[in-house]
Nanobody
């Protein structure tokens, strides 16, 4: 069992920065990867960034060069952070964290990011 707790998000003007964090607790040693997805109104949920436990990263083309995902871990909590720079109005969405195990994926409750132009 994995519990995810998201923090960060909020409102910012275009060109600004925000940092999202997702803390995973519980069976963290079985997590293979953690990621951030987003869903804008009327659109499907899409991948933003993903990082494996080994540090390999994957980014959506729309955020490459602007967003940076990192992962850290101690014996109790694994944290995936998403640094978002040069934000655009099209980055406005609810951002969801996930934690991927071999046979199951856990999801956070989501955090709103609003970018005003």
């Amino acid at each position: 069992q994995v519990h995810l707790m998201e923090s960060g998000g909020g409102s910012v003007q275009a060109g600004g920065s925000l940092r999202l964090s997702c803390g995973a607790s519980g069976s963290i040693f079985s997590i293979n990867a953690m990621g951030w997805y987003r869903q804008a109104p009327g659109k499907q949920r899409e991948l933003v960034a993903l990082i494996s436990s080994g540090g390999r990263t994957t980014y959506a083309d729309s955020v490459k060069g602007r967003f940076d995902i990192t992962i850290s871990r101690d014996n109790v909590v694994k944290v995936a952070s998403l640094q978002m720079n040069s934000l655009k109005s099209e980055d406005t969405a609810v951002y969801f964290c996930n934690a991927v195990q071999t046979h199951y994926t856990y999801w956070g409750q989501g955090t709103q990011v609003t970018v005003s132009s």
